[in-house]
């Protein structure tokens, strides 16, 4: 099974918002409310951000949210701040034959 | 404070094997399912294997079924991943990922993220 879509590169200024697409197929992203976010700094374990689409875990900022609307699910950083610079990856359970799949990562850059 | 620490990733050429380690800390191990994600360099993540608490379910990726062997030892606490029959597209940093498991009722549970990960051992498949 292919790997999650997101774009390669998204970019904002500081304080701005962005939001950062990741589209499966009726297999993964639009079966399971299983889609996690991570985020990974340069030469850095992946860390994650979100859990079951919208869920934060303990110590990860609130200008972090998640959605999803039927096979996309997105990531959305608000009130950008130089530390976002990292890449970005969604994650989806895409069932009992595929297991996890990933997106190919996103690279946010803050201007 | 959850802690896990890959080692024996090297140089290694085609067709040969190598065994990776993860020891972890912090948590109850025994009851925690685990995985490996690889990441080639400069790509995106890839997963690789998951096994089950107690080690008597596996799960792969057809990437690595079959060259790829997931294993726990919980009396030290420690995951493995034997890699054989390994090829140039296998070169990679493997993470290793304790998974995070939601119960809604005392028999239906499942996995809903990877937290946390470990900070990878460099594993390149070259002649």
């Known amino acids: 099974q292919s790997a999650l879509t997101q774009p390669a590169s998204v970019s904002g200024s500081p304080g701005q918002s962005i939001t950062i697409s990741c589209t499966g197929t009726s297999s993964d992203v639009g079966s399971y409310n299983l889609v996690s976010w991570y985020q990974q700094h340069p030469d850095k374990a992946p860390k994650l951000l979100i859990y079951?689409?919208?869920k934060r875990p303990s110590g990860v900022s609130n200008r972090f949210s998640g959605s999803k609307s039927g096979k996309t699910a997105s990531l959305t950083i608000s009130g950008l701040q130089a530390e976002d610079e990292a890449h970005y990856y969604c994650?989806?359970?895409?069932?009992?034959?595929?297991?996890?799949?990933f997106g190919g990562g996103t690279k946010l850059t803050v201007l | 404070e959850v802690q896990l620490l890959e080692s024996g990733g090297g140089l290694v050429q085609p067709g040969g094997s190598l065994r990776l380690s993860c020891a972890a800390s912090?948590?109850?191990?025994?009851?925690?399912?685990m995985s490996w994600v690889r990441q080639a360099p400069g790509k995106g993540l890839e997963w690789v294997s998951a096994?089950?608490?107690?080690?008597?379910?596996?799960y792969y990726a057809d990437s690595v079924k079959g060259r790829f062997t997931i294993s726990r030892d919980n009396s030290k606490n420690t995951l493995y991943l034997q890699l054989n029959s390994l090829r140039a597209e296998d070169t990679a940093v493997y993470y290793c990922?304790?998974?995070?498991?939601?119960?809604?009722?005392?028999?239906?549970?499942?996995?809903?993220?990877?937290?946390?990960w470990g900070q990878g051992t460099l594993v390149t498949v070259s002649s």
């Open positions: 994650c989806s359970y895409a069932g009992s034959s595929s297991h996890w799949l």
């Open positions: 990922a304790k998974e995070s498991i939601i119960c809604s009722s005392s028999t239906s549970c499942y996995t809903s993220a990877f937290d946390p």
């Open positions: 912090g948590f109850t191990f025994s009851s925690s399912a």
């Open positions: 096994i089950s608490g107690g080690g008597d379910r596996t």
């Open positions: 079951e689409g919208s």
